[in-house]
């Protein structure tokens, strides 16, 4: 733990204030928190609801560490949730990644031991656009790509130091690194379902092939981790059928995964997707790792060192380009298409680029102003931490919502109205209820009675117009009682 501090300490600072200042953004992190809180207050624990209606669409991993919090602590807390799930999770990757080099690639990282180069790698891919943003981010996406950096780390491990294992000791060691293996797999199939599985089988399947190193398949996916893979996913299903029976398992395992390839209902985008927001999602850094490794194969064919089972000049880069390759194709295949499915490839799109720096007799003086530009975001993320409370009222629903509970309790209200909110029904984590939506026939009826409802205040002129369009006295149309940011709420007697 020491070590970690020592070494990540400036990443923990930059991101303190927006993990502890930050509200639940209402776009998803409201939803995986009310995930969790239907799954405290309800009688199931693999099938999960939301809004009381069925939601086989996110796996129960995540959704059952966001519960334990909540068990242990009493209440929601960014704090938590963003530090032990999203935080720890990008700082392990990096350690892994760097331990990964410096055992098995570390010719590709000159400067003595390579220690700088790894820790320009390592604050590169900290400091890149999704990944800082999934380091503080409520969402499963950074402890999947943790699962899957994992297994391919442990694969690596049982491939490339199968000639070594001689003593009993070794062989001990491989044995245990075979359990592993299953258990990573496992777990990135229990936190984003079978995705988790398709990297890292066909990543490593198709290296192997590459490199004519094929015979090796059965040294990782040995019986020992099909063991452990089958039978915690069979225990895993079984319960989930006892739940929710043979047609939960259908929308989860198939209709769920078969539609982002077919028939998406949201985020359908053309196949070359990926190809254009990888230059955006990875910045500052991804663009210029994207550029440096494609002249560097540029480079290599023109020097006719380019062969289909040797892409780069180490069987490490060739691996890291394979997995990046094949995350690029699979999800390219899919018709939904979103920016974050592509976060397990980061890490080996910047150290790869990196890689190709220093084997380009990269000046060692240019690391440095590379570094302090790292710095730089990490200072401005920070500053941008300390906004966050004046950003919350503007965006987000705690504030409202924590003045709308008191003022219930004031005036003795009964229900909470919501008029054009986005996404409102996440709101129930704050309101222990959930809001309902109002209309202005709703308002015309009578059917607001004795109820706060919560709007935009932009929207008041227009709500107050088509009410007096449908014939509403003015002193039923409710008054505005308090006002927060954007915010307002409205009381009707």
Same mark, same amino acid.
């Given at each position: 733990?020491?070590?970690?501090?020592?070494?990540?300490?400036?990443?923990?600072?930059?991101?303190?204030?927006?993990?502890?200042?930050?509200?639940?953004?209402?776009?998803?992190?409201?939803?995986?928190?009310?995930?969790?809180?239907?799954? #405290?207050?309800?009688?199931?624990?693999?099938?999960?609801?939301?809004?009381?209606?069925?939601?086989?669409?996110?796996?129960?991993?995540?959704?059952?560490?966001?519960?334990?919090?909540?068990?242990?602590?009493?209440?929601?807390?960014?704090?938590?949730?963003?530090?032990?799930?999203?935080?720890?999770?990008?700082?392990? #990757?990096?350690?892994?990644?760097?331990?990964?080099?410096?055992?098995?690639?570390?010719?590709?990282?000159?400067?003595?031991?390579?220690?700088?180069?790894?820790?320009?790698?390592?604050?590169?891919?900290?400091?890149?656009?999704?990944?800082?943003?999934?380091?503080?981010?409520?969402?499963?996406?950074?402890?999947?790509?943790?699962?899957?950096?994992?297994?391919?780390?442990?694969?690596?491990?049982?491939?490339?130091?199968?000639?070594?294992?001689?003593?009993?000791?070794?062989?001990?060691?491989?044995?245990?690194?075979?359990?592993?293996?299953?258990?990573?797999?496992?777990?990135?199939?229990?936190?984003?379902?079978?995705?988790?599985?398709? +990297?890292?089988?066909?990543?490593?399947?198709?290296?192997?092939?590459?490199?004519?190193?094929?015979?090796?398949?059965?040294?990782?996916?040995?019986?020992?981790?099909?063991?452990?893979?089958?039978?915690?996913?069979?225990?895993?299903?079984?319960?989930?059928?006892?739940?929710?029976?043979?047609?939960?398992?259908?929308?989860?395992?198939?209709?769920?995964?078969?539609?982002?390839?077919?028939?998406?209902?949201?985020?359908?985008?053309?196949?070359?997707?990926?190809?254009?927001?990888?230059?955006?999602?990875?910045?500052?850094?991804?663009?210029?790792?994207?550029?440096?490794?494609?002249?560097?194969?540029?480079?290599? +064919?023109?020097?006719?060192?380019?062969?289909?089972?040797?892409?780069?000049?180490?069987?490490?880069?060739?691996?890291?380009?394979?997995?990046?390759?094949?995350?690029?194709?699979?999800?390219?295949?899919?018709?939904?298409?979103?920016?974050?499915?592509?976060?397990?490839?980061?890490?080996?799109?910047?150290?790869?680029?990196?890689?190709?720096?220093?084997?380009?007799?990269?000046?060692?003086?240019?690391?440095?102003?590379?570094?302090?530009?790292? =710095?730089?975001?990490?200072?401005?993320?920070? +500053?941008?931490?300390?906004?966050?409370?004046?950003?919350?009222?503007?965006?987000?629903?705690?504030?409202?919502?924590?003045?709308?509970?008191?003022?219930?309790?004031?005036?003795?209200?009964?229900?909470?109205?919501?008029?054009?909110?986005? =996404?409102?029904?996440?709101?129930?984590?704050?309101?222990?209820?959930?809001?309902?939506?109002?209309?202005?026939?709703?308002?015309?009826?009578?059917?607001?009675?004795?109820?706060?409802?919560?709007?935009?205040?932009?929207?008041?002129?227009?709500?107050?117009?088509?009410?007096?369009?449908?014939?509403?006295?003015?002193?039923?149309?409710?008054?505005?009682?308090?006002?927060?940011?954007?915010?307002?709420?409205?009381?009707?007697?």
């Amino acid at each position: 733990m020491k070590k970690y501090l020592k070494e990540y300490w400036p990443y923990l600072l930059a991101l303190l204030p927006v993990m502890l200042l930050r509200d639940f953004s209402p776009a998803s992190e409201l939803r995986y928190v009310s995930l969790a809180t239907e799954l #405290i207050n309800g009688n199931h624990l693999f099938c999960l609801t939301w809004q009381g209606e069925e939601f086989p669409y996110i796996m129960p991993l995540y959704v059952w560490l966001i519960a334990l919090l909540k068990l242990v602590f009493g209440h929601h807390f960014m704090i938590t949730i963003t530090l032990l799930f999203s935080f720890i999770p990008s700082i392990i #990757i990096l350690a892994i990644m760097n331990r990964w080099v410096e055992k098995y690639d570390a010719q590709s990282f000159r400067l003595k031991d390579g220690s700088q180069s790894r820790m320009l790698a390592s604050i590169m891919l900290f400091t890149c656009g999704m990944q800082l943003a999934m380091s503080f981010f409520v969402s499963p996406d950074m402890l999947f790509s943790l699962w899957i950096v994992a297994a391919l780390y442990t694969f690596w491990r049982l491939i490339m130091d199968q000639g070594s294992y001689g003593l009993s000791k070794d062989i001990k060691k491989r044995k245990h690194l075979q359990w592993r293996f299953g258990l990573y797999v496992f777990l990135a199939v229990f936190t984003k379902g079978p995705l988790g599985f398709i +990297i890292p089988f066909v990543s490593t399947t198709l290296f192997l092939l590459f490199s004519g190193r094929i015979r090796r398949w059965a040294s990782a996916w040995n019986w020992r981790g099909w063991i452990v893979f089958l039978g915690l996913l069979n225990i895993w299903l079984y319960l989930t059928y006892l739940e929710g029976g043979a047609e939960w398992l259908d929308k989860m395992m198939l209709e769920s995964p078969l539609a982002m390839f077919l028939h998406p209902e949201h985020h359908n985008r053309p196949w070359y997707y990926y190809l254009l927001s990888l230059w955006a999602d990875t910045l500052p850094w991804g663009p210029i790792c994207i550029v440096v490794i494609v002249i560097s194969l540029i480079r290599r +064919i023109h020097h006719n060192e380019f062969h289909w089972n040797r892409f780069f000049g180490t069987p490490l880069q060739n691996f890291f380009a394979i997995t990046i390759a094949v995350s690029l194709v699979y999800f390219s295949a899919q018709k939904m298409k979103l920016d974050v499915n592509m976060l397990p490839a980061y890490p080996f799109l910047v150290y790869l680029g990196v890689m190709q720096l220093e084997q380009w007799r990269w000046p060692v003086r240019m690391n440095w102003p590379m570094i302090w530009v790292c =710095r730089i975001v990490l200072l401005i993320v920070f +500053i941008g931490g300390l906004l966050c409370p004046w950003l919350n009222i503007k965006t987000c629903y705690g504030r409202i919502c924590y003045h709308a509970n008191d003022l219930q309790r004031e005036l003795n209200t009964e229900k909470f109205y919501v008029y054009k909110v986005r =996404r409102p029904k996440g709101m129930d984590v704050y309101l222990h209820e959930d809001p309902i939506e109002a209309t202005p026939e709703d308002i015309a009826e009578g059917k607001l009675q004795n109820t706060l409802l919560i709007m935009k205040e932009y929207r008041l002129d227009r709500l107050k117009k088509n009410l007096d369009e449908l014939g509403v006295p003015a002193e039923k149309q409710g008054e505005v009682i308090d006002e927060l940011g954007d915010y307002i709420i409205v009381r009707f007697r």
